[in-house]
């Protein structure tokens, strides 16, 4: 029986994850098929229920529906629960669980591309929305020395500088245009950009968060947004000197996490990057 893979979302035309799943699913000789499902919202409870049939295996959740599965499903685990979002629903004899692989990803891709450990580091998170709430939780369980977290609407950096100080990381909280940034920037060990600045046909699609000036050579610079490869934060990150890290990494290394999940395999991390590599390429050239 070929088992049944897919991610939802609404709409779905972006996403790439059916292209580098399959990739990976074929090189390990995994007899499945990953689909990508535009669900609509009001679709979802009905959508959800027929996940437990026995030769679907599990699936990944994007925008807007990461909030709205939780009440359907019979589990949810830790990170999930910590990030109010479930990116990847494993499905195990008729019971289903909700899973959050977004900060694991995140991290894993810093500590195997990059070789970085965020234990005792300073780090500049940039935004303050889905991602910048895995991103802190991923970089406070990994034991982060001290964060600053800046966003354009402050209340939602004080919100989440809030969370990481009730677990113990000294935190503060910045505009993302005010004048502190310069100086938290230039402390900075990490600096992370989970704002959507710089996205392929986003609002600020030309702009960067910091300049080349503001950012030390000796940071490591990681930008969430992976479309395009190069973001201007990451043009400039190159231009002071500093070492850097595109989103597409952490894209991988998360879908890595589901897939293992789903498989009870080692996921082939090196073949599902070349293939969402070729993905991007292809989508860049229509
Ligand atoms: N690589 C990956 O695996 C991965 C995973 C998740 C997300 N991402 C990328 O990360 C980015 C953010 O995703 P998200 O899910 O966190 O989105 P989100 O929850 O909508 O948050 C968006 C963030 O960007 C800020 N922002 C939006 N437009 C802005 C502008 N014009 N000027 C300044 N700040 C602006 C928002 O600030 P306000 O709070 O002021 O609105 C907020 O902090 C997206 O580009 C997404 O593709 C990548």
Redesign the pocket.
Known sequence: MTSILGIIGYPIGHSISAAFQQAGLDACGIDATYSAWEVPPSQIPVFIRDLRRPDVLGINVT?PHKEAVIPHLDEVDDWATEAGAVNTIVHRQGRLTGHNT?GY??LRALREARGFSPQGRRALVL??????R?VVLALVRDGVGRLAIA???PE?AKALAKLSERRGVTSLAIS?TGPEIAAEAGLADLIVN????G?FH???EE?T?LSSQQIPAAALVYD???NPAETPLLREAARSGARTLG??Y??VY?GAAAFEMWTGQPAPVDVMLQSAEKAMAARRAS
Not at 194 to 197: K, R
């Open positions: 925008v977004d990803g995140f935004g303050a929305g889905g991602s910048a895995a966003n354009r609407t939602r993302l989970c704002t959507s600045l996205m986003g609002p600020g702009s968060p969430l947004v992976y989103g597409l952490m894209l998360q």
